[in-house]
């Protein structure tokens, strides 16, 4: 038996499956997504028409067996893989009609990213890794200092900002990462796999950190994740199976998926 960060019974949730979104509460919409790797005998279809939605304010989880294709829809819906068929729409505008420079410039912007293994740079301190998502976006170095170091204080760390990521504990590092996420004031944070390397305590504790940046207005969290124990933090959970987002999972819904799959 699976023992989940938080009890099921803890979670609000809403009365009734959440069917479709309002379009202004719509923070991504994706239809007939198509991607394939390879070519003749070694090409593999990763998505097959995949549709996806997630609202502003939620914490979304996108679950399934390994090689359903998880991690190409994340991608395809960041920006960072272009897919060969289908649309993607972040908050009103549409990914697919930009130019790969304008797709750059909207991530840059909007999106903040947070991974299995961290990716903090580790010749930089903390506050300068914080930093990089303000730079990149032209905050002068003292503004964008400042703001990573009230970051870090959000996240437990004050005190530490210029420290290597190599003293760290790993679930330190994951809380500079989200850090670095989350400093330029993201309306899509995207996660792929941020606690399967992580401890039960110390997963919790990043949880609470996610659950609390997609309550933020105007926000939305994705989380890819094989893990079983982060599923009762969410606020839908879509199953993806051989390329596709096969059933979408809220309300009650998404209290008795949780409950079989903790049981499992």
Same mark, same amino acid.
């Given at each position: 038996?699976?023992?989940?960060? =938080? ?27 198509? $991607? ?11 998505? $097959? +028409? ?16 390994? +090689?359903? *294709? ?82 870090? =204080?959000?996240? *437990?760390?004050? *005190? ?42 110390? +997963? ?10 997609? $309550? ?34 809220? +309300? ?13």
């Amino acid at each position: 038996m699976t023992t989940p960060f =938080r009890p099921v019974n803890s979670v609000s949730l809403p009365a009734t499956p959440v069917v479709c979104n309002p379009p202004g509460d719509l923070a991504v919409g994706a239809r007939g997504i198509v $991607k394939a790797f390879g070519v003749g005998d070694a090409r593999t279809q990763a998505l $097959k +028409g995949a549709d996806f939605e997630a609202s502003q304010g939620e914490l979304h989880l996108i679950v399934g067996p390994s +090689g359903c *294709g998880k991690t190409t829809l994340l991608s395809v819906l960041a920006g960072t893989l272009l897919s060969d068929q289908g649309e993607v729409n972040l908050f009103g505008t549409c990914l697919t009609g930009l130019s790969p420079s304008e797709v750059t410039r909207f991530r840059c912007r909007n999106i903040g990213f947070i991974f299995q293994q961290f990716n903090l740079i580790p010749t930089l301190s903390l506050v300068e890794n914080v930093s990089v998502p303000l730079l990149l976006n032209g905050t002068l170095r003292r503004e964008a200092e400042a703001k990573a170091t009230e970051r870090l =204080r959000q996240v *437990g760390l004050a *005190g530490r900002e210029r420290q290597l990521p190599t003293q760290l504990s790993g679930g330190q590092q994951q809380r500079v990462a989200i850090a670095r996420a989350l400093v330029h004031e993201p309306r899509l944070v995207i996660c792929d796999e941020p606690t399967s390397a992580l401890d039960s305590l110390t +997963g919790h504790q990043i949880m609470e950190l996610l659950s609390t940046a997609a $309550k933020a207005p105007g926000r939305s969290v994705l989380i890819v994740t094989h893990d079983p124990r982060i599923y009762g933090y969410a606020d839908r959970i879509s199953v993806m199976e051989d390329g596709r987002v096969t059933h979408v999972h809220a +309300g009650a819904s998404l209290s008795s998926f949780i409950h079989s799959e903790n049981r499992s």
